[in-house]
């Protein structure tokens, strides 16, 4: 999400100067203008006008973190703007992040007829989907975001995620190394491949992956609690497993003391 903030503030600086060019190249020709061409060049003028007005709420919807202010601010950016496909794609992460999937999907379809190219509209219904428990069509938006953008860790992350629900361990664990190729450092694709790991018996494999996420992040409380369950459940090693819940449970999991009592 911060990724696509950043690449969104780019696109409406890029956007917001290009309308400022426009308009001035106007404001130009309508002093010279012959008294034929005069209404034309007004109306352009009021198109450009429309897009400043869109590009401004959208601006609102990006500034603020209140999720019904940002449904609010870019439904007025598309009224002004109805084949922008940024509006449509930002108010249906709003809308999926109040658990509303449908309205999500709805918003995430329209942004992708209006920009078929665009990788991450096809990305985020992947996970709205995803949310829905629809695995198959989840995995069918990642492949075609995949196919747009084959260099984008998240991707390969997120379609990892849905094999892993739909119990193709395998296929998991293929994406979610697939995306440590292209970002060494993620910590969810070592989360994702060390479950995938330890669901298959792959035991060392996974405790492997939970030792590199806890050097990635050492604060990660699910780290710390998953290398547990795969040093009881998997290697039988009591005083590793005690160790692991010992810290996840400082770093605040829930469900880690649980884990101790059991285990003692």
Same mark, same amino acid.
């Given at each position: 999400?911060?990724?696509?903030?950043?690449?969104?503030?780019?696109?409406?600086?890029?956007?917001?100067?290009?309308?400022?060019? !426009?308009? !001035?190249?106007?404001?130009?020709?309508?002093?010279?203008?012959?008294?034929?061409?005069?209404?034309?060049?007004?109306?352009?003028?009021?198109?450009?006008?429309?897009?400043?007005?869109?590009?401004?709420? #959208?601006?609102?919807?990006?500034?603020?973190?209140?999720?019904?202010?940002?449904?609010? #601010?870019?439904?007025?950016?598309?009224?002004?703007?109805?084949?922008?496909?940024?509006?449509?794609?930002?108010?249906?992460?709003?809308?999926?992040?109040?658990?509303?999937?449908?309205?999500?999907?709805?918003?995430?379809?329209?942004?992708?007829? &209006?920009?078929?190219?665009?990788?991450?509209?096809?990305?985020?219904?992947?996970?709205? +989907?995803?949310?829905?428990?629809? #695995?198959? =069509?989840? &995995?069918?938006?990642?492949?075609?975001?995949? =196919?747009?953008?084959?260099?984008?860790?998240? *991707?390969?992350?997120?379609?990892?995620?849905?094999? #892993?629900?739909?119990?193709?361990?395998?296929?998991?664990?293929?994406?979610?190394?697939?995306? &440590?190729?292209?970002?060494?450092?993620?910590?969810?694709? *070592?989360?994702?491949?060390?479950?995938?790991?330890?669901?298959?018996?792959?035991?060392?494999?996974?405790?492997?992956?939970?030792?590199?996420?806890?050097? &990635?992040?050492?604060?990660?409380?699910?780290?710390? *609690?998953?290398?547990?369950?795969? +040093?009881?459940?998997?290697?039988?090693?009591?005083?590793?497993?005690?160790?692991?819940? =010992?810290?996840?449970? !400082?770093?605040?999991?829930?469900?880690? =003391?649980?884990?101790?009592?059991?285990?003692?």
């Amino acid at each position: 999400r911060d990724r696509q903030k950043l690449d969104d503030m780019k696109m409406l600086q890029d956007d917001v100067a290009r309308l400022q060019s !426009e308009m !001035e190249e106007l404001r130009q020709r309508l002093e010279q203008a012959e008294a034929s061409e005069v209404e034309e060049i007004i109306q352009q003028r009021h198109r450009l006008s429309d897009g400043f007005s869109a590009s401004e709420w #959208y601006e609102k919807g990006f500034a603020t973190d209140d999720l019904d202010e940002q449904i609010e #601010y870019y439904s007025y950016a598309i009224e002004q703007k109805p084949d922008w496909n940024r509006p449509y794609n930002n108010r249906g992460l709003a809308y999926h992040y109040k658990g509303n999937y449908d309205r999500a999907i709805a918003d995430f379809s329209r942004a992708i007829q &209006i920009d078929p190219n665009e990788a991450d509209s096809y990305n985020n219904r992947g996970s709205a +989907y995803d949310d829905k428990g629809e #695995y198959d =069509q989840a &995995i069918a938006d990642y492949n075609r975001a995949i =196919q747009i953008d084959p260099n984008d860790a998240d *991707y390969y992350i997120n379609r990892g995620f849905a094999y #892993y629900y739909k119990g193709d361990y395998d296929l998991a664990i293929a994406d979610f190394s697939r995306a &440590i190729q292209i970002d060494p450092n993620d910590a969810w694709a *070592y989360l994702g491949r060390g479950i995938s790991y330890r669901i298959k018996g792959d035991y060392d494999l996974a405790i492997a992956d939970f030792n590199r996420l806890i050097q &990635i992040d050492p604060n990660d409380a699910y780290a710390y *609690y998953d290398r547990g369950l795969t +040093y009881w459940y998997g290697l039988k090693d009591k005083i590793n497993a005690s160790r692991s819940f =010992q810290k996840a449970k !400082e770093l605040g999991h829930p469900e880690a =003391q649980e884990k101790l009592d059991e285990l003692w």
